[in-house]
Every structure is written in C-alpha cells, then in structure tokens.
Nanobody, 122 residues
Framework: VQLQASGGGLVQAGDSLRLSCAVS????????MAWSRQAAGEEREFVAHITWSGDSPEYSNSVLGRFTISRDNAKNTMYLQMNRLKPEDTAVYYC????????????????WGQGTLVTVSS
C-alpha cells in the first residue's frame, strides 16, 4: 500500500498550487482522506479532510476559504487546491488515508504519504 504526494514547489505569495495524493494497494473509495502539514520547527497541523464519498469536507481555520480538498475515486487520487497562498503556508504537506468519514485526529489514519514541500515566498 502506498500514498504518493506530489505537486509541491516554490511559489510567490498569492499564487496557487494543486497537490495530488495517489493511492495504490487499497480500495481508495473505502476510506476517508486528509491533508496535514508541518512547518520547520512546528508541530504537525491538520489542514483538511474528506469522507470516503467526497462529502462534508472540513478545513482548518487557517486555510478555510483558500484551500479546497477533493477526490476522484475513479483515479484513486485526492487533491488539495491551494489558492491565495501565504508565506505561512510554507510546510511539508502530507496526505493520509483512514477514517471513513474523515477526522481531525491523526490516530484515525493508518497510512501516510512521504510528504511534498510547499514553499511560499513573500
């Protein structure tokens, strides 16, 4: 089973990026998915999660209104569209698979990707 996050890079404040998380080795549609992030020297922070069916996404207050989580069960892939990026969004972004109905608790996810680095310059 593997989660492969991609799409990170160096952008300027105000730009957009779309992250992807491709899942292989498990029935993608059976599990909720989430994104979290960790900035250098900081604790990991929940960003967003989505249910197995794509309903009821939830977001942290810091990204609400700017980021959109989505999934394509036919492609076994989850996405994070990040708009109006800010320097404080700079972090390694991780995707996770687990809680069927989504959760902000990391213990509810049993699989994690390796992370993709997003750097936002001011």
């Amino acid at each position: 089973v593997q989660l492969q996050a991609s799409g990170g890079g160096l952008v300027q404040a105000g730009d957009s990026l779309r992250l992807s998380c491709a899942v292989s080795g498990r029935t993608f549609s059976g599990y909720g998915m989430a994104w979290s992030r960790q900035a250098a020297g900081e604790e990991r922070e929940f960003v967003a999660h989505i249910t197995w069916s794509g309903d009821s996404p939830e977001y942290s207050n810091s990204v609400l209104g700017r980021f959109t989580i989505s999934r394509d069960n036919a492609k076994n892939t989850m996405y994070l569209q990040m708009n109006r990026l800010k320097p404080e969004d700079t972090a390694v972004y991780y995707c996770a698979s687990g809680a069927r109905y989504g959760s902000t608790s990391y213990t509810e996810y049993d699989l994690w990707g390796q992370g993709t680095l997003v750097t936002v310059s001011s």
